[in-house]
Nanobody, 123 residues
Framework: QLQASGGGLVEAGESLRLSCTSS????????MAWHRQSPGKQRELVAT???????LYGDFAKGRFTISRDNAKNMVILQMNNLKIEDTGVYYC???????????????????WGQGTQVTVSS
């Protein structure tokens, strides 16, 4: 249901753009988000965006990453700038159904997950 693309190998300070397309209509997705799992760490929220454009970022992402959403294309995009070595990990696209429509971004429950895309940042 969620197809992610855009990962790769970059050097520190460079940028990457991740995109994810859902087979579900955006009308049925209260939130679309990116999570990541870095080596030796638990999966964590990178950023999430509601259908109306409300966003929430992980502290590490603020000021460097931007999440956006194209409801007409059922797509969520994560623009990552000034990448750091510690940003290395597998990035997962996720989506929350309308069951999360009336909760704050921090409380969204993600029923749908993509396959993950590898982001590797080298020095």
């Amino acid at each position: 249901q969620l197809q992610a693309s855009g990962g790769g190998l970059v050097e520190a300070g460079e940028s990457l753009r991740l995109s994810c397309t859902s087979s579900e209509s955006s009308d049925d997705l209260a939130f679309m988000a990116w999570h990541r799992q870095s080596p030796g760490k638990q999966r964590e929220l990178v950023a999430t965006i509601s259908r109306s454009g409300r966003t929430l970022y992980g502290d590490f992402a603020k000021g460097r990453f931007t999440i956006s959403r194209d409801n007409a294309k059922n797509m969520v995009i994560l623009q990552m700038n000034n990448l750091k070595i510690e940003d290395t990990g597998v990035y997962y696209c996720a989506a929350a159904s309308t069951h999360s429509a009336y909760v704050p971004p921090s409380r969204a429950y993600y029923e749908y997950w993509g396959q993950g895309t590898q982001v590797t940042v080298s020095s």
